[in-house]
């Protein structure tokens, strides 16, 4: 059986003749990578997220078990957000189309992206974090302080929400500049 290191190795020979054959597929290769990679970090961030809501509905199960029916409002208004913001992130174009065919980004640029994907996985551990304070809090059915963090968790979705627009924006300002 073949070792996957003889794979790779046998698949990277086979894609650098292709390289060499082929004018303009290299760079291709590299914007439909890159296009990969985009999805890839959009699908985890909107299961990380779908994730956070599943937990935070049994925080709202354990609300309603205690009938707190304004507790109960705003944390439906945060699950509607939560569902806002996967859907918008599972369903977001995909930066670097490869029908760009003279498609540039200088070093700058692509580490402005990175910013943005740091501060986007730093956001949903803040919302993760948050959530989890929410359950202990229902847990201990402290009901005086939930809107405190309910109110948290929702500035976190928003700022959450911002920086993904703004980095969707800043990758379609990119191609069409670039």
Known sequence: ?????????RERTLLKKIELAIPGFRGYRKREDARNAD????DQ????LHHIRDEFENVRKTIANAMELELMGESGKIINLMYEIEGKIRHAEGGYSPLV????????????IYEWDLALL??????????QEAHSMAMQK??????DIFMEIENELLEFRKIFDE???AIANILVEG
């Open 101 to 112: 065919s003279d498609f540039k980004i200088d070093v700058d640029e692509i580490y402005k």
């Open 45 to 48: 961030l909107a299961d990380k």
């Open 39 to 42: 999805k890839i970090l959009r």
């Open 167 to 169: 980095r969707v924006y």
């Open 1 to 9: 059986m073949e070792g996957i290191r003889d794979k790779v190795e």
């Open 122 to 131: 730093d956001r949903i551990k803040s919302i993760g974090d948050k959530v």
């Open 142 to 147: 402290n009901w005086a302080n939930m809107m």
